[in-house]
T-cell receptor, first 114, second 114 residues
Framework: KQEVTQIPAALSVPEGENLVLNCSFT??????LQWFRQDPGKGLTSLLL?????REQTSGRLNASLDKSSGRSTLYIAASQPGDSATYLC?????????????FGQGTILTVHP | DGGITQSPKYLFRKEGQNVTLSCEQN?????MYWYRQDPGQGLRLIYY???????QKGDIAEGYSVSREKKESFPLTVTSAQKNPTAFYLC?????????????FGQGTRLTVV
């Protein structure tokens, strides 16, 4: 059974720092991996989607990498801002009979203080 | 605006009562999903549906039921058999295609047992 782990569980940084969030998964046979952002009491906003054949994806200050063979992904946030404060979730998609079925990690709670 | 609409935002259930959470999407997506989120935990899959009039159990389906009579709608009923229903419920949808599997989420419904 696929298990997804995110480290650290919580992270507090001063504004302007570059930071890395980690995600690991136990079964490397994934179809893709998706990073989400969740604000308190809200739904999930998709940040980046990396297909299994890709090594990284970039969107603005965000860069996500994928090393499928080692079962790891990282989300890099450059020049962090207070508005980046949220919970960040990674989820893997095993494909197969349902392409959208996801297995989630527990999330990393990020606080960026001014 | 295209998206996923969940209602109500807050719902209170009395002991022994069935309640239904609504999820509607206008993205023309084939697949729809229901996840449950508990504090400090990742999202867990309750039910999913890949096409109209068909659905499959996820990891924690006991005490829940769904229907998929229309492509746009995937309501979730929390029955009295669900012993610990207090949680945040999230609905998602995706195109059921190997070429595009990005999942999109609604804003969630917070269910509380009173």
């Amino acid at each position: 059974k696929q298990e997804v782990t995110q480290i650290p569980a919580a992270l507090s940084v001063p504004e302007g720092e570059n930071l890395v969030l980690n995600c690991s998964f136990t079964d490397s046979a994934i179809y893709n991996l998706q990073w989400f952002r969740q604000d308190p009491g809200k739904g999930l906003t998709s940040l980046l989607l990396i297909q299994s054949s890709q090594r990284e994806q970039t969107s603005g200050r965000l860069n996500a990498s994928l090393d499928k063979s080692s079962g790891r992904s990282t989300l890099y946030i450059a020049a962090s801002q207070p508005g980046d404060s949220a919970t960040y979730l990674c989820a893997v998609n095993a494909g197969g009979t349902s392409y959208g079925k996801l297995t989630f990690g527990q999330g990393t709670i990020l606080t960026v203080h001014p | 605006d295209g998206g996923i609409t969940q209602s109500p935002k807050y719902l209170f259930r009395k002991e022994g009562q069935n309640v239904t959470l609504s999820c509607e999407q206008n993205l023309n997506h084939d697949a729809m999903y229901w996840y449950r989120q508990d504090p400090g935990q990742g999202l867990r899959l309750i039910y999913y549906s890949q096409i109209v009039n068909d659905f499959q159990k996820g990891d924690i389906a006991e005490g829940y039921s769904v229907s998929r009579e229309k492509k746009e709608s995937f309501p979730l009923t929390v029955t009295s058999a669900q012993k610990n229903p207090t949680a945040f419920y999230l609905c998602a949808s995706s195109i059921e295609s190997a070429l595009s599997t990005e999942a999109f989420f609604g804003q969630g419904t917070r269910l509380t047992v009173v």
